[in-house]
């Protein structure tokens, strides 16, 4: 017989409920985070009483001035590009995320996503689901976003 002990250890007093989100279940919307992205609930968050929230970010428009250097008070979050790309500093490191790359930001790193492609589109995974994000100064300058053409 499986040891269930942990998932019983686990369960109260927390939601940890069945979820199934179809893409037409959930729609794009721009009230998020980030006013130029559009995020799609997956059902997450109330699946898991705020524990952890995921949703699918796509690109609204193009990218001016990005997201600022900031950090998240965060016990875990990733980033999975599943479309396109996007350009991240993570202190003083340029780095590019492209479509099936992973990214596991530590909890507090100082980042400023600067530039992305029109079909950029990622999952983000981040618990708790109530995260917070602060702004803060940044470890060096930022490249300038390309054009879209």
Do not use: N
Request: aromatic share 12%.
């Amino acid at each position: 017989m499986p040891d269930t002990s942990a998932v019983a250890a686990i369960s109260p007093p927390y939601v940890s409920e069945f979820s199934h989100v179809k893409p037409g279940d959930t729609e794009a919307r721009s009230e998020g985070l980030r006013d130029f992205f559009r995020y799609r609930d997956l059902g997450i968050l109330a699946a898991t009483g705020g524990r952890v929230i995921a949703h699918i970010v796509t690109a609204a428009r193009a990218p001016e001035h990005g997201t600022g250097w900031h950090y998240h008070t965060a016990d875990f979050h990733i980033v999975i590009m599943l479309k396109g790309w996007a350009k991240f500093m993570y202190e003083d490191k340029e780095t590019l995320v492209a479509a099936g790359d992973c990214v596991h930001q530590r909890p507090g790193i100082v980042h400023y996503l600067f530039d992305y492609s029109p079909d950029m589109e990622y999952l983000e995974v981040v618990g708790p689901g109530d995260f917070a994000t602060t702004e803060c100064d940044g470890p060096c300058p930022v490249p300038a976003p390309a054009a879209w053409v």
